[in-house]
């Protein structure tokens, strides 16, 4: 399974972004192979409008079956959902490596709507 983490670095210490769209970052993990690699989202970071619609589009293309991030909102969570990602919410003020584990044991769980507004920052 390909878990794909809001984040704020580069490593699996690093936080998790609590923005989803507008993430500096993401981390796609493998749970299979136990390695991750990094994604950009600059073209999100930069976009005026539509960044969670395009950080979606970019985490799908990569193959994301999960998403665990802070928060989620409405055009980004139903563009996941149109692409069959599981979208998981709540994980800001903890590490992406304590994110992962929080998923695997159950302590995290798939949301079935967005958390915030649209152009939450």
Known sequence: MKITISSQGKTLDSAVDPR???A???IL???EAGSYEVIS???SIDSGQGAG???AETISQAGAQVLITGHCGPNAFNTLKA???AVVVGADGCTVGQ???RYRSGRLTASGSPDVAGHWQ
Do not use: H, L, V
Request: net charge neutral.
């Open 53 to 55: 619609i395009k950080a």
């Open 20 to 22: 989803f769209g507008r």
């Open 99 to 101: 994110a992962i584990e």
């Open 83 to 85: 692409a069959g990602i």
């Open 24 to 26: 500096a970052q993401f």
């Open 41 to 43: 989202n600059t073209q």
């Open 29 to 31: 993990y493998d749970t």
